[in-house]
């Protein structure tokens, strides 16, 4: 089998020339075009989610320096609170000391009052007792003047004795 000069060969040769040539004016451009469009597009969307990702950085730092600050505040809340509490509490125990010592302090003047008026009370009733016992002692009658002159001076000796 030899070569054979065939037309339908040539004619074939010459189609597909063509249809290159064609394709290369008619399609290549648009197909070009489109495929550049899209890288274009790609590298966009790539430039725009890398700024869109700094952005997301920038907002959570902020959130985190907002976080941080809030936290500061909050603790610097509960230390005043705490610390006002204390204060109120060292007051409230001052006040209630106070007012024990002055309570004592009265009880304590209520308290020699009544001794004092007990021991007042008592001289008055021992020297009754002795003045009556006294005249019984010694079978004599006395006057009221005589009574309340030893009455006056046994309060004088038993004050001197305290």
Do not use: C, W
Not at 15 to 31: G, T
Not at 54 to 79: F, H, V
């Amino acid at each position: 089998m030899g070569l054979e000069f065939n037309a339908t060969i040539l004619a074939q040769i010459v189609d597909f020339i063509i249809l290159v040539i064609f394709l290369r004016m008619v399609v290549y451009k648009p197909v070009v075009k489109m495929l550049t469009d899209r890288s274009a597009h790609i590298a966009n969307s790539i430039a725009a989610a890398e700024q869109e990702r700094q952005e997301a950085e920038q907002l959570k730092a902020g959130y985190e320096a907002e976080m941080r600050r809030a936290r500061e505040q909050t603790q610097e809340i509960i230390q005043k609170a705490t610390k006002a509490g204390e204060d109120q509490a060292s007051e409230i125990i001052g006040n209630a000391k106070n007012e024990a010592g002055k309570l004592k302090e009265t009880a304590l003047a209520e308290i020699e009052r009544e001794k004092l008026k007990a021991i007042t009370e008592l001289r008055e009733q021992v020297a009754s007792l002795s003045i009556l016992v006294a005249g019984k002692i010694i079978n004599k009658t006395m006057s009221e003047d005589i009574q309340r002159g030893m009455i006056d001076d046994f309060i004088k000796e038993a004050g001197e004795l305290q």
